[in-house]
């Protein structure tokens, strides 16, 4: 007998928005390319912020209609998990997945009643669900959100973690990693810093299981990240182990759709009347924020870089000590007159901006980020040179990639508590947009630009990559 049913692949994400966001990105891509799929992306409440991601969906939902969202029910919160620091999320997140699992499992079994389910591409932090998608017999992929520098990182923990036995964060040393630049113990995904802590296990876990996985997709280009991509292949980051299977099907990146709502933000006007590349943009992922003193000296280092610039600015993280105030106005979190002073210079916005539109457009000369994977590939498909100011996670080996791999951009230096100088600032915006290095940059990320456009273009790597993926899924 012949099914008739479709054949479909399931996304499994979780659900902070930049994971979010590449999944979906990751859908359109497989159903643009090879519109026999159908793809389900699975959802759910989850515990902890994930910026601004119910309208995201809802959003995607109306203007994609053939991207199905399956929603698991929701599940109680576990009361002993009430912090919201970014390692507490980590391990949260591999917690939740665990706890979905009955459910997770539930709706495997319900899709597969009318699909084929061909695969399933989860998240590395749905690593507890591996076993619920191979018990059915479903071949199971991982997904890198992150680009192929950090993920070497990745895959050679279980082979750093044998051969050291202090922590990272103990280590005064620098640490040798193939495929990347050598990186200070100290500046390694936190998750990876300390044996104590129970997401080290769960990454150590992960990393062991990712290679024995049918494949990883990374959110990378192969022609971007050359010198990763060979390491891994070689299996320089995995000794005595296989190398795993990879797929890189970058950039995946949104090109609209951070605009939700349609109508124009008021910052794309204010855009539209400043010259042509005079803009420097600020903006810090999903979650970064600034304690009160260092956005004060932000503000300090910007007014007398006499730069152009649109900044993002959130309320600093609640201080324990304090009792919380109602939500502080800008007036409030900046110096006192910043804002009457650079009318006719500066935009600030409080808390979100549409960032790809902004990258996009012609004002916007230079991006000071935390260096998240998505806002470097973003910045690279606009042309746009950035300055680094990592704040978490593997944001400082994305860093690292961005200065010395890639050399599209520079990175500030912090003090020894980690906070960057208004002098720092104002030197870095003033190199980055004004000099002849700057200049220089701008050229690199011009050409890397091409790179980046060309990845799905006929014969681009991308989209060799995405039918050899796509035949490995059809021969099962
Ligand atoms: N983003 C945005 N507006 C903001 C801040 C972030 O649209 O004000 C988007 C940004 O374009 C990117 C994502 O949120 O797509 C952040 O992902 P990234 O990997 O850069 O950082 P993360 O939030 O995961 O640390």
Same mark, same amino acid.
């Given at each position: 007998?012949?099914?008739?049913?479709?054949?479909?692949?399931?996304?499994?994400?979780?659900?902070?928005?930049?994971?979010?966001?590449?999944?979906?990105?990751?859908?359109?891509?497989?159903?643009?390319?090879?519109?026999?799929?159908?793809?389900?992306?699975?959802?759910?409440?989850?515990?902890?912020?994930?910026?601004?991601?119910?309208?995201?969906?809802?959003?995607?939902?109306?203007?994609?209609?053939?991207?199905?969202?399956?929603?698991?029910?929701?599940?109680?919160?576990?009361?002993?998990?009430?912090?919201?620091?970014?390692?507490?999320?980590?391990?949260?997140?591999?917690?939740?997945?665990?706890?979905?699992?009955?459910?997770?499992?539930?709706?495997?079994?319900?899709?597969?009643?009318?699909?084929?389910?061909?695969?399933?591409?989860?998240?590395?932090?749905?690593?507890?669900?591996?076993?619920?998608?191979?018990?059915?017999?479903?071949?199971?992929?991982?997904?890198?959100?992150?680009?192929?520098?950090?993920?070497?990182?990745?895959?050679?923990?279980?082979?750093?973690?044998?051969?050291?036995?202090?922590?990272?964060?103990?280590?005064?040393?620098?640490?040798?990693?193939?495929?990347?630049?050598?990186?200070?113990?100290?500046?390694?995904?936190?998750?990876?810093?300390?044996?104590?802590?129970?997401?080290?296990?769960?990454?150590?876990?992960?990393?062991?299981?990712?290679?024995?996985?049918?494949?990883?997709?990374?959110?990378?280009?192969?022609?971007?990240?050359?010198?990763?991509?060979?390491?891994?292949?070689?299996?320089?980051?995995?000794?005595?182990?296989?190398?795993?299977?990879?797929?890189?099907?970058?950039?995946?990146?949104?090109?609209?759709?951070?605009?939700?709502?349609?109508?124009?933000?008021?910052?794309?006007?204010?855009?539209?009347?400043?010259?042509?590349?005079?803009?420097?943009? #600020?903006?810090?992922?999903?979650? !970064?924020?600034? *304690? $009160?003193?260092? =956005?004060?000296?932000?503000?300090?280092? @910007?007014?007398? /870089?006499?730069?152009?610039?649109?900044?993002?600015?959130?309320?600093?993280?609640?201080?324990?000590?304090?009792?919380?105030?109602?939500?502080?106005?800008?007036?409030?979190?900046?110096?006192?007159?910043?804002?009457?002073?650079?009318?006719?210079?500066?935009?600030?916005?409080?808390?979100?901006?549409?960032?790809?539109?902004?990258?996009?457009?012609?004002?916007?000369?230079?991006?000071?980020?935390?260096?998240?994977?998505?806002?470097?590939?973003?910045?690279?498909?606009?042309?746009?040179?950035?300055?680094?100011?990592?704040?978490?996670?593997?944001?400082?080996?994305?860093?690292?990639?961005?200065?010395?791999?890639?050399?599209?951009?520079?990175? #500030?230096?912090?003090?020894?508590? !980690?906070?960057? *100088? $208004?002098?720092? =600032?104002?030197?870095?915006?003033?190199? @980055?947009?004004? /000099?002849?290095?700057?200049?220089?940059?701008?050229?690199?990320?011009?050409?890397?630009?091409?790179?980046?456009?060309?990845?799905?273009?006929?014969?681009?790597?991308?989209?060799?990559?995405?039918?050899?993926?796509?035949?490995?899924?059809?021969?099962?």
């Amino acid at each position: 007998i012949v099914s008739k049913m479709v054949d479909t692949i399931v996304l499994y994400p979780t659900q902070g928005r930049g994971h979010l966001v590449s999944m979906v990105e990751l859908a359109k891509l497989i159903l643009t390319h090879h519109p026999s799929f159908s793809v389900t992306i699975i959802s759910y409440e989850a515990p902890y912020e994930t910026g601004c991601t119910a309208p995201y969906i809802a959003t995607v939902s109306s203007t994609n209609p053939s991207i199905i969202f399956y929603h698991l029910p929701t599940v109680p919160i576990p009361t002993n998990n009430t912090s919201s620091s970014i390692l507490d999320i980590k391990t949260l997140s591999f917690e939740w997945h665990t706890v979905n699992n009955p459910n997770y499992h539930q709706a495997l079994v319900s899709i597969s009643r009318s699909a084929n389910i061909k695969a399933v591409i989860m998240d590395f932090f749905c690593n507890y669900s591996f076993d619920v998608s191979t018990g059915l017999g479903i071949p199971t992929y991982y997904f890198i959100t992150g680009g192929l520098t950090a993920f070497t990182a990745f895959l050679y923990f279980p082979t750093l973690h044998k051969n050291l036995t202090r922590n990272f964060k103990d280590l005064n040393e620098i640490i040798n990693i193939p495929g990347m630049p050598p990186i200070l113990a100290k500046n390694m995904p936190a998750p990876m810093l300390d044996r104590s802590k129970k997401v080290y296990q769960y990454f150590l876990e992960t990393a062991l299981q990712m290679p024995k996985s049918a494949g990883i997709v990374v959110n990378s280009i192969e022609t971007l990240e050359k010198r990763a991509l060979k390491a891994i292949l070689n299996g320089e980051c995995t000794p005595g182990e296989p190398a795993p299977v990879i797929y890189c099907l970058g950039p995946l990146v949104a090109t609209d759709g951070s605009n939700e709502g349609g109508t124009k933000h008021e910052c794309l006007t204010w855009l539209d009347s400043q010259p042509s590349r005079s803009v420097v943009f #600020l903006s810090f992922g999903s979650l !970064g924020k600034f *304690s $009160a003193k260092q =956005l004060k000296e932000m503000a300090v280092g @910007l007014e007398r /870089s006499g730069v152009r610039f649109l900044w993002v600015v959130r309320a600093p993280p609640p201080d324990e000590n304090v009792a919380a105030v109602a939500e502080p106005s800008l007036e409030s979190l900046l110096p006192e007159g910043f804002l009457e002073r650079n009318r006719a210079r500066g935009l600030v916005l409080k808390g979100w901006a549409p960032q790809v539109e902004v990258l996009s457009h012609d004002s916007v000369g230079g991006f000071i980020t935390h260096c998240g994977w998505n806002s470097a590939l973003e910045s690279l498909r606009a042309g746009v040179p950035m300055l680094g100011w990592a704040l978490y996670e593997e944001q400082n080996i994305y860093q690292l990639a961005i200065e010395e791999e890639l050399k599209v951009g520079l990175a #500030l230096r912090k003090r020894e508590d !980690g906070s960057v *100088s $208004a002098a720092e =600032l104002e030197n870095g915006v003033t190199e @980055l947009m004004n /000099s002849e290095r700057g200049k220089a940059i701008r050229e690199r990320v011009m050409a890397v630009r091409e790179t980046v456009l060309g990845a799905f273009c006929d014969g681009g790597p991308s989209q060799a990559a995405l039918a050899r993926f796509v035949e490995a899924i059809r021969r099962v």
